[in-house]
């Protein structure tokens, strides 16, 4: 009979790991810092109005940035469309978040709490670098 008690217990019975989809949507997402390739941390030179905005990623594909308390001009409210790609190694979204930068980001990490994903960024007046941009809930 112990035998049969313990024998049913599994060490193993973790629930499954969430999925990248999973991740991105469960909650929304705030600018946490940019560290640039060779210079390190540069989230002094992120405008302070694209700090304080909301992010959020829906299943399905759908999203939205709501500004904070400091307005961007032009603003960056507003709806996008996103997709993962190349496997999911990279991050589509419809909108250009970043001066000088593009729509595609590569997902360097993604857990329950952070969101990390960088990108060749040509800055006005400068040499393009690779940024990686952390977001946090």
Not at 37 to 64: A, Q, R, Y
Not at 87 to 104: D, K, N, Y
Request: proline share 5%; hydrophobic share 35%; glycine share 8%.
């Amino acid at each position: 009979m112990l035998s049969f008690i313990f024998g049913n217990c599994n060490k193993n019975d973790d629930p499954p790991a969430a999925s990248k989809t999973e991740l991105i949507t469960r909650s929304s997402w705030k600018f946490k810092s940019a560290n640039a390739e060779g210079l390190g941390d540069v989230s002094g030179n992120v405008p302070v109005c694209f700090k304080d905005n909301t992010h959020v990623f829906v299943s399905g594909g759908s999203g939205s940035i709501t500004e904070g308390t400091d307005i961007c001009s032009p603003s960056y409210a507003g709806a996008f469309t996103w997709s993962f790609q190349s496997g999911e190694s990279q991050l589509f979204i419809s909108t250009v978040l970043f001066i000088g930068g593009s729509q595609t980001f590569n997902l360097v990490s993604l857990t329950d709490t952070e969101l990390k994903i960088s990108q060749l960024v040509s800055p006005p007046l400068s040499t393009p670098l690779t940024i990686t941009f952390t977001f946090q809930h």
